[in-house]
Nanobody
Framework: QVRTVESGGGLVRPGGSLNLSCAVS????????MAWYRQPPGKQRALVAV???????TYVDSVKGRFTISRDHADSTLYLQMNNLEPEDTAVYYC??????????WGQGTQVTVSS
């Protein structure tokens, strides 16, 4: 199982930026597709972005052009740079492998709140 610790969330005004980080247990990080997911209030967790070990990225339509996913193999860390944030981006953000298994470990996540 991948173990994760997410950080970097907070309260930001619409149009603002945040940079999320996720420290990942090292054993398989360099060989795994990794992703950011988010769970808005009262909704199910959903995929946001994916990055392959070689750095190829995929985004859901709602964040294209605003979010950038990246990874640092030396530190086994996953990042999500979020720009031009919108109230609809309010959610708890998690990282995990992609795709995740039914027995996947989920960290505590990091809360992102976009509000004026």
């Amino acid at each position: 199982q991948v173990r994760t610790v997410e950080s970097g969330g907070g309260l930001v005004r619409p149009g603002g930026s945040l940079n999320l980080s996720c420290a990942v247990s090292r054993s398989m990080f360099n060989t795994m597709d990794m992703a950011w997911y988010r769970q808005p209030p009262g909704k199910q967790r959903a995929l946001v972005a994916v990055v392959t070990p070689r750095g190829r990225t995929t985004y859901v339509d709602s964040v294209k052009g605003r979010f950038t996913i990246s990874r640092d193999h030396a530190d086994s860390t996953l990042y999500l740079q979020m720009n031009n944030l919108e109230p609809e981006d309010t959610a708890v953000y998690y990282c995990n492998e992609f795709p995740y298994t039914s027995t996947a470990y989920w960290g505590q996540g990091t809360q992102v709140t976009v509000s004026s």
